[in-house]
């Protein structure tokens, strides 16, 4: 007879690691050999088996020194001819090397060729500058310069190409900025970060730049690898902190995948693709000199959505799952003014911004930044605003438009001053928002009544572009300026609180699945394929949704239940801040999802 596990059961299979999306998603980071000089502020080139670390700043200043690695071992080998730091690099090898630019006690232009014996100075970069950044695939005799910093400190766009004999000037970066990521060829090339735009990527065609979608997290002066269309960045100087995040361009859009182990700047790399990488040397907190690879397997066991698996390794049953479902709210910071009616937010978790508001009736210039832990009163708006919207991937470039009643003006924050820029073309409040500083999207909203316009910023001025399907207010956003969600909202009649959710993509707004909870005035973040809305009314709610690109499923609720709320981070490490219960509140809650992979226990 048969048994009826044999008809209506299945086998749970054995592996030995946990099943991932794709073989970037498998890439992890292991030491590797220590160089023999800790130093930061170095330059980098090769590859993983085959790189070679140049100059940069030891204990004792500015450093000439250079070392290679086999794949094993760090070598000293001959010195440059000019110690210096903050310099640029391009290589295929380590025996084969072009240096450019860097700071002496001055800015410099001096280049030198590495001919895997010595070094040899060459034609020198048109514009001097320190944070040089080289393409990583750039070869000794076609390679690009890319930003830096000026003699003024000021940050540069200015791209220079090199031919195997002198430097040209090319056409400029869109966006001026320092110690950028910069992959790719001579011909092909990609820019990402950096400071003074810090989340910016664009594109290089061999003869201009074009502005893509941007990095997740905001640093500059990290590790790269890898080409225009498959590239990695990692490392680098946070907001607050170094990072130790890892992202992998698919030549689209950035994924974060697994961070590297010690967070650190101002680092040395290099690597040919996003399977294969290296990081060496950089700032910790004191110089360093280790060494970790970054390999992503070319075979593995790919994630199936609701798979069970038992992980021999880990003598565990496990189940992939989504990120979002065990995410929860946990206590922090407290603003220093408590307020509601800030709409949006900029930045991520561990560094964000909340611009205006109300306290009772009375609209606010005030804004307050925060860095993980605690929230800082920094300068004021310009124009007092409620119900206004703040966008911005980094606290450090955010813009802040609308307003009540019928405000149109638009403010630039660029990390110290907050500068009036292009108004809006229908001065409104109560509406939502997604996107950056130089790329935006405004919809919605009320002057006098609910309105359906839609307006896209390009960093000078907005353009009104295609309506809504709904007028509404009191909605929030969630995404970038071609990609976004239109969340929520009062329509402005009975039942005048919507659950409606319309996308947006560069060109039109979509009707979409509703919310599971009929709201406004709530917050909301993340993107198009990712997103969290939570809090709102009618009554004040702490209910958190989670979007998956397809639909709403209902979350872990905040702990403080809120309208008027700020928001600001990702689908999976979010921020909500200030709102109003039965009065102002200065409450900050952290939300925060696990892995993916979920271990079942017996209860």
Same mark, same amino acid.
């Given at each position: 007879?048969?048994?009826?596990?044999?008809?209506?059961?299945?086998?749970?299979?054995?592996?030995?690691?946990?099943?991932?999306?794709?073989?970037?998603?498998?890439?992890?980071?292991?030491?590797?050999?220590?160089?023999?000089?800790?130093?930061?502020?170095?330059?980098?080139?090769?590859?993983?088996?085959?790189?070679?670390?140049?100059?940069?700043?030891?204990?004792?200043?500015?450093?000439?020194?250079?070392?290679?690695?086999?794949?094993?071992?760090?070598?000293?080998?001959?010195?440059?001819?000019?110690?210096?730091?903050?310099?640029?690099?391009?290589?295929?090898?380590?025996?084969?090397?072009?240096?450019?630019?860097?700071?002496?006690?001055?800015?410099?232009?001096?280049?030198?060729?590495?001919?895997?014996?010595?070094?040899?100075?060459?034609?020198?970069?048109?514009?001097?500058?320190?944070?040089?950044?080289?393409?990583?695939?750039?070869?000794?005799?076609?390679?690009?310069?890319?930003?830096?910093?000026?003699?003024?400190?000021?940050?540069?766009?200015?791209?220079?190409?090199?031919?195997?004999?002198?430097?040209?000037e090319v056409n400029d970066l869109n966006t001026a900025r320092f110690g950028v990521m910069a992959t790719g060829t001579q011909t092909a090339a990609l820019a990402a970060g950096g400071d003074g735009d810090s989340t910016n990527t664009e594109s290089w065609n061999g003869t201009s730049w074009t502005e893509v979608n941007d990095i997740n997290s905001t640093r500059y002066g990290?590790?790269?690898?890898?080409?225009?269309?498959?590239?990695?960045?990692?490392?680098?100087?946070?907001?607050?902190?170094q990072s130790a995040a890892t992202e992998y361009w698919n030549g689209t859009s950035w994924t974060e995948v697994n961070d590297i182990a010690t967070a650190r700047s101002q680092v040395g790399s290099g690597g040919s693709s996003s399977s294969s990488a290296i990081i060496f040397g950089g700032y910790t907190g004191s110089n360093t000199a280790a060494t970790e690879e970054w390999?992503?397997?070319?075979?593995?066991?790919?994630?199936?959505?609701?798979?069970?698996?038992?992980?021999?390794?880990?003598?565990?049953?496990?189940?992939?799952?989504?990120?979002?479902?065990?995410?929860?709210?946990?206590?922090?910071?407290?603003?220093?003014?408590?307020?509601?009616?800030?709409?949006?937010?900029?930045?991520?978790?561990?560094?964000?911004?909340?611009?205006?508001?109300?306290?009772?009736?009375?609209?606010?210039?005030?804004?307050?930044?925060?860095?993980?832990?605690?929230?800082?009163?920094?300068?004021?708006?310009?124009?007092?605003?409620?119900?206004?919207?703040?966008?911005?991937?980094?606290?450090?470039?955010?813009?802040?438009?609308?307003?009540?009643?019928?405000?149109?003006?638009?403010?630039?924050?660029?990390?110290?001053? #907050?500068? &009036? +820029?292009? =108004?809006? @073309?229908?001065?409104?409040?109560?509406?939502?928002? /997604?996107? %950056? *500083?130089? !790329?935006? $999207?405004?919809?919605?909203?009320?002057?006098?009544?609910?309105?359906?316009?839609?307006?896209?910023?390009?960093?000078?001025? #907005?353009? &009104? +572009?295609? =309506?809504? @399907?709904?007028?509404?207010?009191?909605?929030?956003? /969630?995404? %970038? *300026?071609? !990609?976004? $969600?239109?969340?929520?909202?009062?329509?402005?009649?009975?039942?005048?609180?919507?659950?409606?959710?319309?996308?947006?993509?560069?060109?039109?707004?979509?009707?979409?699945?509703?919310?599971?909870?009929?709201?406004?005035?709530?917050?909301?973040?993340?993107?198009?394929?990712?997103?969290?809305?939570?809090?709102?009314?009618?009554?004040?709610?702490?209910?958190?949704?989670?979007?998956?690109?397809?639909?709403?499923?209902?979350?872990?609720?905040?702990?403080?239940?809120?309208?008027?709320?700020?928001?600001?981070?990702?689908?999976?490490?979010?921020?909500?801040?200030?709102?109003?219960?039965?009065?102002?509140?200065?409450?900050?809650e952290e939300w925060t999802a696990p892995t993916v992979n979920s271990t079942l226990t017996a209860s």
């Open positions: 007879m048969a048994e009826y596990k044999g008809i209506k059961g299945f086998k749970v299979q054995t592996v030995s690691t946990d099943p991932v999306a794709s073989a970037i998603a498998g890439g992890t980071w292991a030491s590797g050999g220590t160089m023999n000089t800790a130093r930061t502020e170095l330059a980098g080139a090769g590859i993983k088996s085959s790189a070679i670390a140049i100059a940069g700043s030891t204990a004792g200043g500015p450093s000439a020194s250079a070392e290679t690695y086999n794949g094993s071992s760090w070598t000293t080998v001959g010195s440059l001819n000019t110690a210096r730091r903050l310099l640029g690099a391009s290589g295929t090898s380590n025996s084969s090397a072009l240096v450019f630019g860097g700071y002496t006690t001055v800015n410099v232009t001096v280049t030198e060729l590495w001919d895997g014996s010595a070094w040899t100075e060459v034609n020198d970069l048109n514009s001097a500058r320190r944070y040089a950044s080289g393409i990583i695939q750039g070869t000794t005799s076609a390679t690009l310069t890319v930003g830096g910093r000026d003699p003024s400190s000021a940050p540069m766009a200015e791209t220079e190409s090199w031919n195997g004999t002198s430097w040209t990290g590790g790269r690898s890898g080409s225009q269309t498959d590239a990695l960045i990692f490392g680098g100087d946070g907001p607050v902190t390999s992503a397997p070319s075979v593995f066991q790919q994630e199936n959505l609701g798979q069970v698996f038992y992980n021999s390794t880990s003598d565990a049953f496990k189940v992939t799952q989504q990120s979002v479902p065990g995410g929860t709210w946990a206590s922090g910071g407290s603003l220093n003014t408590a307020r509601r009616n800030s709409f949006g937010g900029a930045g991520i978790q561990t560094a964000g911004l909340m611009a205006g508001g109300q306290v009772g009736p009375v609209v606010q210039t005030v804004v307050e930044q925060y860095n993980g832990s605690a929230w800082t009163e920094i300068a004021d708006l310009n124009v007092a605003k409620g119900q206004g919207y703040t966008i911005g991937s980094t606290y450090t470039a955010a813009i802040s438009f609308g307003g009540t009643p019928n405000v149109a003006t638009n403010e630039s924050w660029n990390g110290s001053t #907050w500068t &009036e +820029v292009g =108004d809006l @073309n229908t001065g409104r409040g109560s509406l939502g928002g /997604a996107g %950056t *500083q130089t !790329a935006g $999207l405004a919809f919605g909203g009320t002057p006098q009544g609910t309105v359906d316009e839609t307006e896209t910023w390009n960093g000078t001025s #907005w353009t &009104e +572009v295609s =309506d809504m @399907n709904e007028a509404r207010q009191g909605l929030s956003g /969630a995404g %970038t *300026q071609t !990609a976004a $969600l239109g969340i929520g909202g009062s329509p402005g009649s009975p039942p005048y609180f919507t659950a409606k959710t319309e996308i947006w993509d560069g060109t039109s707004w979509t009707e979409t699945a509703d919310l599971n909870t009929a709201r406004y005035v709530q917050g909301s973040c993340g993107t198009t394929t990712l997103a969290l809305a939570f809090g709102g009314q009618p009554p004040n709610t702490g209910a958190t949704e989670a979007w998956n690109g397809t639909s709403w499923t209902e979350l872990n609720d905040l702990s403080t239940a809120r309208n008027a709320l700020g928001a600001a981070g990702t689908g999976t490490t979010a921020l909500a801040f200030g709102g109003y219960t039965t009065t102002d509140v200065a409450n900050t």
